[in-house]
């Protein structure tokens, strides 16, 4: 069974940091490409950040400098460092693999970024 975890959200003031995790199981981590996507209530999922089989990094353009993605495959795990947080990085952060045409997505973790 297929099982993407996210944790670590939480609530945190403007300038602050968290870091997200997301715990895999049930597929061959190693195969697949992981990515961070964020979503405000309303409007359409969009992407953050990947990190390839091979540990090749993209960003989407607000988060470049703030951001910070990174796998652990003996944990199988996924990160999400985030610095300098808005209130306009507040959103449902989502993990998602994707192999080919395989993907798959987990429930999702709440970051509130609020003075």
């Known amino acids: 069974q297929v099982q993407l975890v996210e944790s670590g959200g939480g609530w945190v003031q403007p300038g602050g940091s968290l870091r997200l995790s997301c715990v895999a199981s049930?597929?061959?981590?190693?195969?697949?490409?992981m990515s961070w996507y964020r979503q405000v209530t309303g409007k359409e999922r969009e992407f953050v950040a990947t990190?390839?089989?091979?540990?090749?990094?993209y960003y989407e353009d607000s988060v470049k400098s703030r951001y910070t993605i990174s796998r652990e495959n003996s944990k199988q795990t996924v990160y999400l460092q985030m610095n300098s947080l808005e209130p306009e990085d507040t959103a449902i952060y989502y993990c998602?693999?994707?192999?080919?045409?395989?993907?798959?997505w987990g429930q999702g973790t709440q970051v509130i970024v609020s003075s």
């Open positions: 998602k693999a994707v192999r080919q045409h395989t993907e798959y």
């Open positions: 049930g597929f061959t981590f190693t195969d697949f490409a």
């Open positions: 990190i390839s089989s091979w540990n090749n990094l």
